[in-house]
């Protein structure tokens, strides 16, 4: 029953939570997928990404942004990050700060390419961002999925849990059911 528990809470959760992370992982085999389900679906106020080679990524923002005059800080999504490596005054760096609490490390390079890191679970979420005047957006990778037949398998990254759904498409809608739970996602666009 506690592993039934755990299942459910890693589930779609894991991958909608508010939490964010950072680097690809890359699949070694290669997976099916339903050319129907690729593309981005919007949950609530969650928008994922299903790709044609097998990833599910999360997407945050387009949020606005702004580093501060002597470089130092950078303050997105309603927290306010200190520099920890780096200078000048762009994005390109190591920050440091907290969200919820929790000490968080998040790395953005020059080849555009992310990662943010819980540092008291050493949890990581790769991932990729970019900038467009004084707006952020981060795409960020929580899953790798395959198909078979009517059911996705998705292997949920960090905590190595399989999650198992029977879905159904159409052209503007993605019903994703795991344990009896029916989770609805809207066609989106990518953008």
């Not at 991958?15 to 690729?38: H, P, S, W």
Request: aromatic letters at 12%; a positive charge.
């Amino acid at each position: 029953m506690v592993e039934e528990e755990i299942k459910i809470d890693i589930k779609l959760k894991a991958l909608f939570r508010a939490g964010r992370g950072g680097g690809e992982v890359r699949l070694k085999k290669k997976v099916k997928v339903d050319n129907a389900i690729v593309g981005c679906w919007q949950y609530q106020n969650t928008k994922i990404e299903l790709s044609a080679n097998g990833y599910l990524y999360k997407f945050i923002g387009p949020t606005m942004y702004s580093i501060s005059q002597d470089g130092n800080a950078l303050t997105f999504d309603g927290m306010t990050l200190q520099r920890y490596q780096g200078n000048g005054n762009t994005i390109v760096g190591v920050w440091r700060g907290t969200e919820g609490g929790e000490p968080i490390e998040i790395h953005f390079r020059q080849d555009y390419t992310y990662l943010w890191r819980w540092l008291s679970y050493a949890e990581d979420w790769p991932g990729y961002y970019s900038t467009t005047s004084n707006y952020l957006t981060i795409r960020e990778q929580r899953a790798s999925y395959s198909v078979s037949g009517s059911q996705v398998v998705l292997s949920v990254l960090n905590n190595g849990g399989t999650v198992t759904c029977d879905y159904t498409v159409s052209q503007s809608e993605l019903r994703l059911t795991c344990d009896g739970q029916t989770t609805t996602c809207q066609k989106a666009s990518c953008k």
